[in-house]
């Protein structure tokens, strides 16, 4: 008779175990779409040109240029960050998210006014994907106010 509870007591506790690793493989399937999802890779920022050169200004003058960039990855990102390093500097850029072989721009909008000479300004960018890139204008900037002949200084 306690031969008869034995194998009962066993006979439950196989099926409560089995019971249990069902249970466990149905938790294993998410971790393989999430191990899918990594596959699939990140988005990457791609620009067409990193640099501009204005050429010559007169001092006062407003110009833009449009860097275009395409999100050559395959997981949409966001710009987190444009940052100019100067005040003379002003950026317009998409907030949204870039979607995977989509083609966006940074618009740098350069202001003259109070500067001369020979310039190179940047403006930092950096993506949710922790990419970063260095975006740059260049420009000679004629100031009447700084314009002399340092050949003729006595």
Known sequence: MIRNYCIVFFFGISLLMMGCNSHSSSS????VSTDTEKKKGPGRIEFSKEMHNFGSLKE????????????????????????????????????EEIQPQTVSAIEVIFHSDGEWGNLIKTVSVETSEGESRSLAIGAYVENKNF????????
Do not use: H, M, W
Request: proline residues 6%; positive net charge; aromatic residues 12%.
């Open 60 to 95: 006062g003058e407003i110009v833009a240029f449009s860097f275009q960039f395409k999100n050559t990855g395959s997981s949409p990102f966001r710009l987190t960050k444009v940052e100019p390093a100067c005040g003379c500097l002003a950026v317009q850029y998409n907030k």
């Open 28 to 31: 294993v399937k998410p971790a």
């Open 147 to 154: 314009n002399f002949d340092l050949n003729n200084l006595k």
